[in-house]
């Protein structure tokens, strides 16, 4: 409504003119242009250019490494002593070179350099009364948005079986781990050792099977795989039927002679079913139809225009809400944490 110009749920778009005769374009043409409308209201408001600031403003390992290569080195790559004549050479330009070098007499005294190099995160403006007053309204509705958007992203990458999306979405759960901080680190950890198997640990074959073998497709139909681990649970349930019904005959024996008939018990059962046409019904429960309260909140909402940045519009319990959650972000160190933890693993030490 905000971004098309909707009056309401049932009208036509005044910012956007749609093709004549839509209702009898092709399947296609008509998903072109669903794709081009929500691309407006992607732009609008999960997008936000401060994100790519942000990752360009950061300092990173190359920049620190095209500083030091600039000084001067022995020629077996270490730090000579500055002091005239002194021919110590040290391995880091660190505080042991520092103290050796205020040894000498006179010391060494050395005139901070200007590094041209990037902040970690974006600097403030100088002048605060120049910052805009955020509107907390807008950035938590955008931020709901985009939150939202992204986990149904990876809801859909599993029911379509796309194991290269899913580790694209396990990329961005890593970020918003790491930016969560000591509430998420075992998340972001999880998330990073993914990526080690995926792209160093497992062979190339294993990588695949990794990364494609992880969601099952039970009934043939487009778009309905699940999680490998909830189609085991689907199987223990089965087998604890199985098993329950074994009475005071159960034993290891029997309980793997079930195990291994699993899926052929399985199958004949649902032959079975089929033949007599019994339906067994879904488990999932009925819903009530939501329509009349949609109708509602989207009155009460577009009163409230929550998608129109309005300057100093505040939250009480929500006071100077971020819209972007990698704001916190720091990439630098990111950069570092991550490369500390290859080291553990090419040593074997565990993550923790």
Same mark, same amino acid.
């Given at each position: 409504?905000?971004?098309?110009?909707?009056?309401?749920?049932?009208?036509?778009?005044?910012?956007?003119?749609?093709?004549?005769?839509?209702?009898?374009?092709?399947?296609?043409?008509?998903?072109?242009?669903?794709?081009?409308?929500?691309?407006?209201?992607?732009?609008?408001?999960? *997008?936000?250019?401060?994100?790519?600031?942000?990752?360009?403003?950061?300092?990173? @390992?190359?920049?620190?490494?095209?500083?030091?290569?600039?000084?001067?080195?022995?020629?077996?790559?270490?730090?000579?002593?500055?002091?005239?004549?002194?021919?110590?050479?040290?391995?880091?330009?660190?505080?042991?070179?520092?103290?050796?070098?205020?040894?000498?007499?006179?010391?060494?005294?050395?005139?901070?350099?200007?590094?041209?190099?990037?902040?970690?995160?974006?600097?403030?403006?100088?002048?605060?009364?120049?910052?805009?007053?955020?509107?907390?309204?807008?950035?938590?509705?955008?931020?709901?948005?985009?939150?939202?958007?992204? +986990?149904?992203?990876?809801?859909?990458?599993?029911?379509?079986?796309?194991?290269?999306?899913?580790?694209?979405?396990?990329?961005?759960?890593?970020?918003?781990?790491? &930016?969560?901080?000591?509430?998420?680190?075992?998340?972001?950890?999880?998330?990073?050792?993914?990526?080690?198997?995926?792209?160093?640990?497992?062979?190339?074959?294993?990588?695949?099977?990794?990364?494609?073998?992880?969601?099952?497709?039970?009934?043939?139909?487009?778009?309905?795989?699940?999680?490998?681990?909830?189609?085991? @649970?689907?199987?223990?349930? *089965?087998?604890?039927?199985?098993?329950?019904?074994?009475?005071?005959?159960?034993?290891?024996?029997?309980?793997?002679?079930?195990?291994?008939?699993?899926?052929?018990?399985?199958?004949?059962?649902?032959?079975?079913?089929?033949?007599?046409?019994? *339906?067994?019904?879904?488990?999932?429960?009925?819903?009530?139809?939501?329509?009349?309260?949609?109708?509602?909140?989207?009155?009460?909402? &577009? &009163?409230?225009?929550? *998608?129109?940045?309005? @300057?100093?519009?505040?939250?009480?319990?929500?006071?100077? +809400?971020?819209?972007?959650?990698?704001?916190?972000?720091?990439?630098?160190?990111?950069?570092?944490?991550?490369?500390?933890?290859?080291?553990?693993?090419?040593?074997?030490?565990?993550?923790?």
């Amino acid at each position: 409504m905000s971004v098309l110009g909707f009056e309401n749920n049932s009208s036509i778009p005044s910012k956007y003119t749609l093709p004549e005769n839509m209702t009898t374009l092709s399947k296609g043409r008509k998903l072109q242009v669903l794709h081009e409308l929500s691309a407006k209201v992607v732009d609008n408001f999960v *997008f936000n250019s401060n994100m790519v600031e942000q990752v360009s403003s950061v300092v990173s @390992e190359q920049e620190k490494r095209n500083v030091l290569e600039r000084q001067a080195l022995t020629p077996d790559g270490r730090f000579p002593c500055r002091f005239p004549g002194c021919k110590s050479s040290f391995k880091q330009n660190g505080q042991a070179r520092r103290n050796h070098e205020m040894s000498h007499n006179p010391p060494v005294q050395v005139e901070n350099e200007p590094l041209m190099v990037s902040p970690t995160k974006p600097s403030a403006p100088s002048n605060h009364d120049e910052v805009k007053s955020k509107d907390d309204v807008f950035d938590y509705n955008c931020a709901l948005l985009t939150d939202g958007y992204m +986990f149904f992203n990876f809801l859909d990458a599993i029911k379509e079986g796309d194991g290269a999306r899913i580790i694209r979405q396990y990329k961005y759960f890593m970020l918003y781990c790491k &930016a969560d901080g000591t509430h998420s680190t075992k998340y972001a950890l999880e998330c990073l050792y993914q990526l080690f198997l995926v792209y160093s640990i497992l062979t190339p074959r294993d990588s695949e099977r990794f990364v494609w073998n992880r969601s099952v497709n039970n009934h043939g139909k487009k778009g309905c795989n699940i999680p490998l681990d909830e189609s085991t @649970e689907h199987s223990n349930n *089965f087998v604890k039927q199985c098993i329950r019904n074994l009475g005071p005959n159960i034993s290891e024996t029997a309980v793997s002679r079930l195990c291994k008939a699993e899926s052929s018990t399985r199958l004949m059962l649902e032959k079975l079913d089929e033949t007599l046409q019994r *339906f067994s019904k879904s488990g999932s429960h009925s819903e009530t139809s939501e329509n009349k309260d949609l109708l509602e909140l989207i009155k009460k909402v &577009a &009163a409230f225009k929550p *998608f129109s940045e309005l @300057e100093g519009r505040k939250y009480a319990h929500f006071l100077d +809400f971020k819209r972007d959650r990698l704001e916190d972000l720091d990439v630098s160190d990111l950069y570092h944490w991550i490369n500390k933890h290859k080291r553990n693993v090419v040593m074997g030490i565990r993550a923790r």
